[in-house]
Structures are given as C-alpha cells and as structure tokens.
C-alpha cells in the first residue's frame, strides 16, 4: 500500500498513539467501502457491489 493511500484511509493521531479508519469496512466481504455524494448519498462497496442508502 502507497503512503498516500494510507492517508486517504486512516487518520493517525499521534499524541493519542491511535490509527482510525476513516470509511467503513462492507459487513459482506470487509473491505472498505466509497461514500458517493451524488445522485443518492451511499456508501458502496466496488468489490462485492454491497450498497447502503443514506437515510
């Protein structure tokens, strides 16, 4: 994995010494997962094509 990938996925805060994923992880297959603004807002997941709707 890149760096900047890790910084586009994880927030890292050093005076704690904690590392947050940022998005969620798709409860089908655990890999994380878009959040898409337009259209509908929803959190998707390219991998297995699991969708949730945001209410």
């Given at each position: 994995m890149k760096d900047l990938d890790l910084i586009r996925y994880y927030e890292v805060d050093a005076s704690k010494g904690t590392v947050k994923l940022k998005?969620?992880?798709?409860?089908?297959?655990?890999?994380?997962?878009?959040?898409?603004?337009?259209?509908k807002p929803r959190w998707h997941c390219g991998s297995c094509n699991y969708t949730e709707f945001v209410r």
């Open positions: 998005n969620r992880k798709c409860p089908r297959c655990g890999k994380i997962m878009a959040f898409h603004k337009e259209v």
